[in-house]
T-cell receptor
Framework: DTGVSQDPRHKITKRGQNVTFRCDPISEHNRLYWYRQTLGQGPEFLTYFQNEAQLEKSRLLSDRFSAERPKGSFSTLEIQRTEQGDSAMYLC???????????FGEGSRLTVL | DQQVKQNSPSLSVQEGRISILNCDYTNSMFDYFLWYKKYPAEGPTFLISISSIKDKNEDGRFTVFLNKSAKHLSLHIVPSQPGDSAVYFCAASVGFGNEKLTFGTGTRLTIIP
């Protein structure tokens, strides 16, 4: 297994457009997390899934954000009507249950013009 | 409100010497602490962790110390090597196995050959 993979690695879009990011976790991991990292900050928790169930969402995740993990494998994070403040690195991570260790992907960098 | 703080944005250390990275937290509910290391264009990778029932955990050249009364932890790297140059993030969670982590802002460590 090659680890957590994310696509695309970079996305430049105009304000108001919709964007979607995909994450493929490590295959045996049943937990999948989305974090966001802005310049000069550490990653911030957005949401997580156990299998296909979305168990928690941060208040950072506005109504314009939606995440899915339809078959308990890959996940998508969609941002509708993007704003300049959405510019950030979106990090996906996966873990086995109750190991306390996250494995991060390389991230998807979003730039909103 | 920054619940996990890394007050030194950067640190330079001579190769072979000890690197000490510091982290403070404010949330008394945190009982599991981790350090992640991040190279440019890569996602963070897990380095070492410590539970609040311990005050020290060691793994090779890396040792983490926890002072619960001061709400302070530190990461010691000895001897420091050029490959240790990276950004180090301190993170905390409530409960082992809870991968909803709260990260600090990171410290960029540069090892000088």
């Amino acid at each position: 297994d090659t680890g957590v993979s994310q696509d695309p690695r970079h996305k430049i879009t105009k304000r108001g457009q919709n964007v979607t990011f995909r994450c493929d976790p490590i295959s045996e991991h049943n937990r999948l997390y989305w974090y966001r990292q802005t310049l000069g900050q550490g990653p911030e928790f957005l949401t997580y899934f156990q299998n296909e169930a979305q168990l928690e969402k941060s208040r950072l995740l506005s109504d314009r954000f939606s995440a899915e993990r339809p078959k308990g494998s890959f996940s998508t994070l969609e941002i509708q009507r993007t704003e300049q403040g959405d510019s950030a690195m979106y990090l996906c991570a996966s873990s086995e249950e109750n190991t306390g260790e996250l494995f991060f992907g390389e991230g998807s960098r979003l730039t909103v013009l | 409100d920054q619940q996990v703080k890394q007050n030194s944005p950067s640190l330079s250390v001579q190769e072979g010497r000890i690197s000490i990275l510091n982290c403070d937290y404010t949330n008394s509910m945190f009982d599991y602490f981790l350090w992640y290391k991040k190279y440019p264009a890569e996602g963070p990778t897990f380095l070492i962790s410590i539970s609040s029932i311990k005050d020290k955990n060691e793994d090779g050249r890396f040792t983490v110390f926890l002072n619960k009364s001061a709400k302070h932890l530190s990461l010691h790297i000895v001897p420091s090597q050029p490959g240790d140059s990276a950004v180090y993030f301190c993170a905390a969670s409530v409960g082992f196995g809870n991968e909803k982590l709260t990260f600090g802002t990171g410290t960029r460590l540069t090892i000088i050959p």
